[in-house]
């Protein structure tokens, strides 16, 4: 079965960082596009960063531009969020997701993905 835990959440001041990981197991890692979602309390879940087969096809929200930057090492099947200079906004349960990417490109649309972890709570306090 599918499964994808993530860890690396938690409490953080404003300007901080902290750094997310997924870990994935029951799939086929490498040809999976990956992504970045979060949900804060009474919105809807928007993405954050995806990635494609490589590091070279990402995407970030306007959001995330700039300190946010996704990767992935495909020899440990796990997909990263590097987040620095977090703001009181970033606050949210992450969630990592994955979806089959037969092209290999970015997937964006949270409808898109199939499979989800289990979130991870990132507080930033100001």
């Known amino acids: 079965q599918v499964q994808l835990v993530e860890s690396g959440g938690g409490l953080v001041q404003a300007g901080g960082s902290l750094r997310l990981s997924c870990a994935a197991s029951g799939l086929t890692f490498s040809v999976y596009a990956m992504g970045w979602f979060r949900q804060a309390p009474g919105k809807e879940r928007e993405s954050v960063a995806a990635?494609?087969?490589?590091?070279?096809?990402?995407y970030y929200a306007d959001s995330a531009k700039g300190r946010f930057a996704i990767s992935r090492d495909n020899a440990k099947n796990t997909v990263y969020l590097q987040m620095d200079s977090l703001k009181p906004e970033d606050t949210a349960v992450y969630y990592c997701a994955a979806v089959l990417s037969p092209s290999g490109r970015v997937v964006v649309a949270t409808t898109r993905y199939d499979y989800w972890g289990q979130g991870t709570q990132v507080t930033v306090s100001s």
């Open positions: 990635i494609g087969w490589s590091d070279s096809s990402t």
